[in-house]
């Protein structure tokens, strides 16, 4: 079975401060995909980013940073001077590929983030 | 030019009526997907469809029945709707019509958020 765990229900900092959100997972798939969603106060959810299980290296994309570690099964997610509009429930999720778990992706039960102006 | 639409945004219904969700993606995708959020905004899978044909049904009521009359449309169907169907109805779709591209990410409608009184 999957498990994506996303220990911190809440987080709240000041605007242009650092957050890093935590994400770590079970599977016994050997080829996985790990995902992170953001689901702004209109309720849309918003594909971030797809990292596949033979690919470590860490990504960035403007403010938005990744950090896969296999080794510790997580996949962290950290925003650089955060902004208002920052503000969402973030959810991680994974993808395997045996018994269906191709064709679903397993949430994490979301960290919400408010950032303070 | 909607990627991922669903139809009604809103539904608000009485407790034993029977109701319905509809679900267009313009993609091209060869899956389609239903998820639950709950209250807690808790996502979970209900069903994903490939091509027309069911893949999973993570252990849903018989109550909901969801129906593929193509690749483009994945629509759900209610009976007998209970208290506790209330929540927000996501429906996704994807396009893992390969072993290269199996994790491809989701892409998720505007959501439809039912309340049963």
């Known amino acids: 079975a999957q498990k994506v765990t996303q220990a911190q229900t809440e987080i709240s900092v000041v605007e242009k401060e650092d957050v890093t959100l935590d994400c770590v997972y079970e599977?016994?798939?050997?080829?996985?995909?790990l995902f992170w969603y953001k689901q702004p106060p209109s309720g849309e959810l918003v594909f971030l980013i797809r990292?596949?299980?033979?690919?470590?290296q860490n990504e960035i994309s403007g403010r938005y940073s990744w950090n896969f570690q296999k080794s510790t099964s997580s996949f962290n997610f950290t925003i650089t001077a955060s902004q208002v509009v920052d503000s969402a429930v973030y959810f991680c999720?994974?993808?395997?590929?045996?018994?269906?778990?191709?064709?679903?992706?397993?949430f994490g039960k979301g960290t919400l983030l408010t950032v303070n102006p | 030019d909607t990627a991922v639409s669903q139809t009604p945004k809103y539904l608000v219904t009485q407790m034993g009526n029977d109701k319905s969700i509809k679900c267009e993606q313009n993609?091209?995708?060869?899956?389609m997907y239903w998820y639950k959020q709950d209250s807690k905004k808790f996502l979970k899978i209900m069903f994903s469809?490939?091509?027309?044909?069911?893949?999973i049904n993570e252990t849903v009521p018989n109550r909901f029945s969801p129906k593929s009359p193509d690749k483009a449309h994945l629509n759900l169907h209610i009976n007998s709707l209970e208290l506790g169907d209330s929540a927000v109805y996501f429906c996704?779709?994807?396009?893992?019509?390969?072993?290269?591209?199996?994790?491809?990410?989701?892409?998720f409608g505007p959501g439809t958020r039912l309340t049963v009184l």
């Open positions: 996704a779709s994807s396009h893992p019509s390969s072993s290269a591209s199996l994790y491809n990410e989701q892409f």
């Open positions: 599977t016994r798939d050997t080829t996985y995909y």
């Open positions: 990292r596949n299980s033979f690919d470590e």
């Open positions: 999720a994974l993808s395997g590929n045996s018994g269906g778990s191709n064709y679903k992706l397993t």
């Open positions: 993609l091209g995708h060869d899956t």
């Open positions: 469809y490939n091509n027309k044909e069911l893949i």
